[in-house]
Antibody
Framework: EVQLVESGGGSVQPGGSLRLSCGASGFIVSSNYMTWVRQAPGKGLEWVSVIYRGGSTNYADSVKGRFTISRDNSKNMLFLQMTSLRAEDTAVYYC?????????????WGQGTMVTVSS | QSALTQPASVSGSPGQSITISCTGTSSDVGRYNLVSWYQQHPGKAPELIIYEGSKRPSGVSNRFSDSKSGNTASLTISGLQAEDEADYYCCSYAGSSTYVFGTGTKVTVL
C-alpha cells in the first residue's frame, strides 16, 4: 500500500526542538519531491518546506533558518528538524508527495502529527 | 508570502452548482498555470482534487472543475452532494520553489 506515516510530534516549550519523521511505503522517497505542510488549530494550510529529488531544499520565510528538511534514503524516510520553536509553530504537520517538480500537486498525504509549543 | 484569498464560506442545495474563488497576484496564480485544489473533511488530511489546470487524480469525480482568469482561479462543484460538505483550499506555485495556499472555504450543503 502506498502511504505516508508521520511521527515525532508532541509538546515542547518555546525555544525547544523537535524532529518529525515521515515513513513512506509503496514508493521511493528519494525519487520524488517531498514537502511538509502544517495546519494550526482551526486554521488553514501553510506550506513549510520542500526537498527535491536531487536533494536541494527550500523553506517558507516563517521557518527559514529554524527548520531543516532532510531524508534518509536507506530508510525511505523524510524528516523535519525544528529548532527555536515558537508558539505560532503549534500545528498539525503533514508530509506530502508532489506529483512532479514545482507543481504543488500533493497527491499523497500522511495522517499528520501534532506539535504543541507552549510553556 | 501572503495567503491566497478565498471566501470563508459557500453554501448550496443538493444538485446545485457552486463556485469557490481563489485570488492571488501576478506573482503566483496569475503567473503560473499551477493551481491545485484540495478537499479536507474534519479531522482528515487534505485530498488533491484538481491540479495543473483541470487535471483530476484517478477516482476524483468529474463534478469538480476549475478555471482561471488573471489572478483568480475558481473551483466549481456541479451537482452538489452531501459528501461535498468540507473545507476546500487552493494552492499555487509562487516561484523560487515556494508554494502558497488559500485561506480556505467551508462548503455547506443545505
Amino acid at each position: 500500500e502506498v502511504q505516508l506515516v508521520e511521527s515525532g510530534g508532541g509538546s515542547v516549550q518555546p525555544g525547544g526542538s523537535l524532529r518529525l519523521s515521515c515513513g513512506a511505503s509503496g514508493f521511493i522517497v528519494s525519487s520524488n519531491y517531498m514537502t511538509w505542510v502544517r495546519q494550526a488549530p482551526g486554521k488553514g494550510l501553510e506550506w513549510v518546506s520542500v526537498i527535491y529529488r536531487g536533494g536541494s531544499t527550500n523553506y517558507a520565510d516563517s521557518v527559514k533558518g529554524r527548520f531543516t528538511i532532510s531524508r534518509d534514503n536507506s530508510k525511505n524516510m523524510l524528516f523535519l528538524q525544528m529548532t527555536s520553536l515558537r508558539a505560532e509553530d503549534t500545528a498539525v504537520y503533514y508530509c506530502a508527495r508532489d506529483l512532479d517538480i514545482d507543481t504543488g500537486a500533493f497527491d499523497l498525504w500522511g495522517q499528520g502529527t501534532m506539535v504543541t509549543v507552549s510553556s | 508570502q501572503s495567503a491566497l484569498t478565498q471566501p470563508a464560506s459557500v453554501s448550496g442545495s443538493p444538485g446545485q452548482s457552486i463556485t469557490i474563488s481563489c485570488t492571488g497576484t501576478s506573482s503566483d496564480v496569475g503567473r503560473y498555470n499551477l493551481v491545485s485544489w484540495y478537499q479536507q473533511h474534519p479531522g482528515k488530511a487534505p485530498e488533491l482534487i484538481i491540479y495543473e489546470g483541470s487535471k483530476r487524480p484517478s477516482g476524483v469525480s468529474n463534478r469538480f472543475s476549475d478555471s482561471k482568469s488573471g489572478n483568480t482561479a475558481s473551483l466549481t462543484i456541479s451537482g452538489l452532494q452531501a459528501e461535498d460538505e468540507a473545507d476546500y483550499y487552493c494552492c499555487s506555485y509562487a516561484g523560487s520553489s515556494t508554494y502558497v495556499f488559500g485561506t480556505g472555504t467551508k462548503v455547506t450543503v443545505l
